[in-house]
């Protein structure tokens, strides 16, 4: 009934006891109550394992009639279609159960929580009525917690489970430093739950004496960007990535990834799916890529459960025409409803409720309460062999490791093939076929730590990089170089004479007369230097072009290049005092040959014969013969 629990005791699930004969006292009454969500986005719904629970108590009841009674309650409400109400109402409605229809002395009960239930709800009552408490879902650490759930028992297995068979592949390999890719947007929870357990359980996990770094970078599927920069992260710390995402996003982000180079065999990618169904993915999804992708596809890894085999045919159809008969859901072709641990779980929960009680009559004391601890005491860390679903191990934490497997890329079938399981016997993975052509030089399992480190720059790429870059830099370090030493040289020939020009005359070694009228001015006229007569001429520094005089001043005045001409009066130096310039040269007494021309009254035949001469000698030595004119 829509809106309110559901009691299913239909004809088929309670049978009558008759014949017997045998037994004079009254069966029990096993009582299994769920309160897992009608239809709801989760494996564990009623609309995909209701069917398992109906079957399962109608065996439960053949074979153990007339000592057991087995029922099955159904407490729902069908317009519930989110955690919150459903978490909310599962309280309410075990309640009103509990005080209406129990019966201490002769009943025993058993909880099925679901996987929106809190340790606050259903796992709290089950705790203080002493019930069992079932999941028959992917449990959590503090579902297996003692002080809160002391009757809880984990048969659909644990996070913690695939938690475990993934750090044994790390280990196997030697893979310590690793990447959780984990997509924000999804249909389930699975994918969130798996990084915060994998998290946790990196950080005390110590596998074969091997520790674990471990980071997680979360992106959006549907902004690419997003994605790129989630390989990028993971490309700088690590080169095993965790995929935690659905199949057809790993597939996407492998494609990004050979675009991005990380095709070249040094990354390894690992993704893990609660199940091989469409709304997770199937290891197929990554079967025959195209060829410019197949190097890539190479490195994939995927962890998953395990599709179950024909010898269970007979119970799978018998599960599918229930599902169809009573909730109108038909199963893909290839796919059986064990293909879902949920669904296995759902059929085991019955098969261990009904044989825990069978084991206790001998010892339960009539009138007696029925005890949930002492029922989960003699189901834990133990085997089982004769279960309709095969074998199970059950730990001493209560929980059930699933059959996990792992798939390798084949490169002879370029299909995933399994390669490796979880030993419920030995209760440690096992590598059946190690088929793995790994896209490596040596065609071995990448390195944790490559040649080159995570940086590109590290190892044996130093020296590589270092070569590399010398190779570039000293051509141009070369041509630098070169030019600097030129210019430097240039510069040093230029003005070295700075420090040693000998036409350099200090000011304190030139007695000559200052302008009386202005004390910062110098005169012309003939000077004393060194004991010489000299001739000076007073010039202002603006008139002088300094840079170009001071190199044509070294240049003239260069031991080896001395300027000596009869007819060309001899320039000593140059004076500089404050912010003037004072010429030196010889005395001539007569005065210079421009005085001579210019200023002298000298008729014309003189001034041409000088002219004449003038001429001849710069005929020998032209450059200085124009000089000695326009020098003063």
């Known amino acids: ?92 409605t075990l309640s009103d159960y509990y005080y209406r229809h129990r019966n201490k002395a002769n009943s025993v009960y058993g909880l099925v929580s679901s996987p929106c239930s809190e340790a606050i709800g259903t796992q709290s009552v089950a705790t203080e009525w002493d019930w069992l408490l079932f999941a028959n ?145 199937k290891a197929s999804q990554f079967d025959h890529p195209l060829p410019r992708y197949m190097k890539i596809f190479r490195s994939v890894l995927v962890v998953t459960y395990r599709s179950a085999g024909s010898e269970l045919d007979e119970l799978n159809q018998k599960i599918a025409d229930r599902t169809k008969l009573r909730y109108n859901r038909t199963y893909d072709n290839g796919s059986q409803p064990l293909d879902s641990y949920a669904i296995q779980a759902s059929y085991d929960i019955v098969d261990l409720f009904a044989l825990a009680v069978n084991e206790s009559l001998a010892t339960h004391q009539p009138d007696a309460e029925w005890s949930g601890r002492a029922l989960a005491a003699l189901l834990t860390d133990r085997n089982f062999t004769d279960l309709t679903t095969g074998f199970m191990y059950i730990s001493k934490e209560s929980a059930r490791f699933l059959d996990l497997v792992v798939f390798g890329f084949s490169t002879k079938t370029q299909t995933m093939r399994q390669m490796g399981k979880w030993s419920v016997a030995l209760r440690e993975l096992s590598w059946t076929n190690l088929i793995i052509d790994w896209p490596t030089k040596d065609g071995q399992p990448p390195p944790d730590l490559p040649n080159c480190g995570f940086s590109g720059l590290e190892g044996d790429c130093v020296h590589a990089a270092t070569v590399t870059l010398l190779n570039i830099l000293l051509p141009v370090i070369l041509t630098f170089g070169l030019a600097l030493l030129f210019f430097v040289f240039i510069r040093k020939r230029r003005y070295k004479s700075k420090k040693k020009r000998n036409w350099l005359i200090a000011q304190q070694d030139l007695a000559t007369r200052r302008n009386s009228s202005d004390g910062n001015s110098w005169t012309s006229g003939n000077a004393n230097w060194k004991g010489k007569r000299v001739w000076t001429k007073s010039v202002t520094m603006k008139q002088l072009p300094t840079e170009q005089c001071f190199v044509f001043l070294d240049l003239l005045l260069k031991p080896s290049f001395k300027m000596l001409h009869p007819n060309i009066n001899t320039f000593f130096g140059l004076c500089l005092p404050e912010n003037r310039a004072i010429l030196v040269s010889n005395y001539c007494k007569h005065g210079s040959l421009y005085d001579l021309y210019y200023e002298m009254s000298l008729d014309w035949d003189f001034k041409v014969g000088i002219k004449l001469e003038n001429y001849w000698n710069g005929y020998f030595t032209p450059f200085w013969g124009s000089i000695e004119l326009r020098l003063f």
């Not at 989760?42 to 629970?53: E, K, L, M, N, Q």
């Not at 065996?59 to 519930?80: G, K």
């Open 137 to 281: 879902g992917l449990a959590q650490d503090d579902f297996l917690d003692n002080n809160i759930t002391p009757t809880a028992m984990a048969i659909g297995g644990t996070f913690r489970g695939y938690a475990v068979i993934l750090l044994r592949i790390l280990a196997f390999y030697r893979w310590s430093h690793v990447t959780l890719l984990l997509q924000t947007r999804t249909q389930t929870t699975f994918y969130n739950l798996m990084a915060s357990t994998l998290l946790d359980r990196a950080k005390g996990e110590n596998i074969y004496n091997f520790l674990f770094s471990m980071d997680c970078y979360s992106f959006d599927n549907a902004v690419p960007q997003s994605m790129a920069d989630a390989l990028d992260y993971a490309s700088k710390r690590s080169r095993v990535l965790v995929i935690l995402s659905p199949g057809k996003t790993a597939v996407d982000l492998l494609l990004m990834a050979e675009d991005q180079g990380m095709g070249n065999g040094e990354f390894v990618f690992i993704n893990i799916q609660p199940l091989q169904q469409e709304v997770y993915g």
């Open 1 to 92: 009934m829509k809106g309110v629990w559901v009691m299913v005791l239909a004809g088929w699930v309670s049978l009558t006891l008759t014949n017997s004969s045998s037994w004079s006292g009254s069966p029990v009454h096993v009582q299994l109550i769920t309160s897992l969500p009608y239809d709801f986005n989760v494996a564990t719904a009623i609309i995909y394992t209701g069917a398992a629970f109906e079957l399962a108590v109608e065996a439960a009841n053949n074979r153990y009639a007339p000592f057991l009674n087995v029922s099955l309650t159904m407490l729902y409400n069908s317009s519930h279609q989110r955690c919150e109400d459903i978490s909310a109402a599962a309280v309410v």
